[in-house]
């Protein structure tokens, strides 16, 4: 896979459904505080979400960021997940939907990627970290790290058990809600922003090339009403922090120079290809 000298490509690539309550992407939609837990809900609840992982080809490097269900879920989804996650979850992932099955299709394998970036470790974006164990580095936020090494059961450690997880350090830059980001080629062309809320370390993806830019919002926001109407997700480990990314996503969506604003689940996204 090459790209123009200078060009980067962003590749949307679908990787799987996720089946969850409808609370999840809008915490509105019930008084319920633990209707996102999916418990005594139901199907007439849930919704089916697209998974969406990254591929992002820089003339210094390929990201991914994160890398959706492990192909483990076509076989036993509650051995995989853990039983409690799989209340809340449920995958689904086709054949050649899996990240490495997207990336052989693009005539790429894990040893070509230099970069994981996992934007938080919620199982439906981790799921597939040792598909694409092979990587040179991985990366989380610091916060993240922190978070899902403790006794929280969203986080489920064994999906990335034995990978060389690194934190990733935001820096005080004034950029994002929270102020904080990582230019992570030191030339303002990729750069980790802060958006946690979601998450404690839910991060942002930043790609911008001559003023034409593109974010990736993980799950600070579900889908485009998420920023315009202001819909905090049911999952939330900050609810100020989380309003807040949702009110910098609204404004950034409206800046001159923005060609997309990719939301992970977002159902009106089909896969495709972006080049800046």
């Known amino acids: 896979m090459t790209t123009s000298s200078d060009e980067i490509q962003i590749h949307a690539l679908r990787c799987g459904t996720v089946g969850t309550d409808e609370t999840i992407p809008d915490r509105s939609k019930s008084g319920n505080p633990l209707a996102f837990s999916g418990l ?9 979400l697209p998974v969406y992982s990254y591929l992002i080809v820089h003339p ?22 853990s039983w409690q996650l799989n209340i809340a979850s449920k995958a689904k992932l086709p054949p050649g939907e899996a990240v490495s099955e997207q990336l052989a ?51 489920n450690r064994r999906l990335w058990d034995g990978l060389p997880l690194e934190p990733l350090f935001f820096k005080n830059t004034g950029l994002g809600p929270e102020g904080r980001s990582l230019d992570w080629f030191g030339d303002g062309s990729v750069r980790f922003i802060d958006v946690s809320g979601h998450s404690a370390g839910t991060t942002g993806v930043l790609i911008t090339r001559n003023d034409r830019f593109v974010f990736i919002t993980s799950d600070a926001c579900y889908n485009r009403a998420s920023w315009e109407n202001q ?13 807040k990314a949702l009110k910098w996503i609204h404004d950034l969506s409206l800046k001159p120079g923005m060609v997309e604003i990719l939301a992970t689940h977002d159902p009106e996204v089909e896969p495709h290809t972006i080049t800046l």
């Open 60 to 81: 210094r490097g390929k990201i991914l960021v994160d890398t959706g269900w492990h192909t483990d879920t076509r076989l036993n989804q509650k051995e995989h997940m």
């Open 105 to 155: 299709s693009l005539g790429l394998k894990p040893e070509d990627l230099d970069l994981v970036l996992f934007t938080h470790l919620d199982v439906d974006h981790a799921s597939g970290a040792k598909l694409v164990r092979g990587a040179k580095r991985f990366l989380a936020a610091e916060d993240e790290l922190k978070a899902a090494a403790g006794s929280d059961i969203r986080y």
């Open 231 to 243: 819909k905090v997700p049911g999952l939330m480990a900050d609810k100020e922090k989380a309003g």
């Open 40 to 48: 005594f809900r139901g199907e007439k609840h849930r919704v089916w």
